[in-house]
């Protein structure tokens, strides 16, 4: 499984982004498909879950209410729709597949075989 995310880029607080994330392969709709974010100096950390089949999700505590996770699996990618951008959501965001789990989410990257490049988000004061 290759995966490519994109849509990062510069915004002012309040604003809005939309990550994307492609997949390679056919068994996409099979995996569970996470969003995760690493910030200077800090660990990688869970944002955001979709499950396979697009009716779970899950979310950390700092974007739920403001990020929403989606995915379109005909065309193989998963999104994240952020709004209400903080400051402190300035990261390097990264998209992955768990394989081990369809239905289920999943919040540690350990449970995560497969990574994406990273997309940077950054949001000004």
């Known amino acids: 499984v290759q995966l490519q995310a994109s849509g990062g880029g510069l915004v002012q607080a309040g604003g809005s982004l939309r990550l994307s994330c492609a997949a390679s392969?056919?068994?996409?709709?099979?995996?569970?498909m996470g969003w995760f974010r690493q910030a200077p100096g800090k660990e990688r950390e869970f944002v955001a879950a979709?499950?396979?089949?697009?009716?779970?999700?899950g979310y950390s505590g700092s974007a739920k209410g403001r990020f929403t996770a989606s995915r379109d699996n005909a065309k193989n990618s998963v999104y994240l729709q952020m709004n209400s951008l903080k400051p402190e959501d300035t990261a390097v965001y990264y998209c992955?597949?768990?394989?081990?789990?369809?239905?289920?989410?999943?919040?540690?990257?350990?449970?995560?075989?497969?990574w994406g490049q990273g997309t940077e988000v950054t949001v000004s004061s």
């Open positions: 392969g056919r068994a996409f709709s099979m995996y569970l």
């Open positions: 992955a597949a768990a394989t081990s789990s369809r239905e289920a989410i999943l919040v540690v990257t350990s449970n995560y075989d497969y």
């Open positions: 979709i499950s396979g089949s697009g009716g779970n999700t």
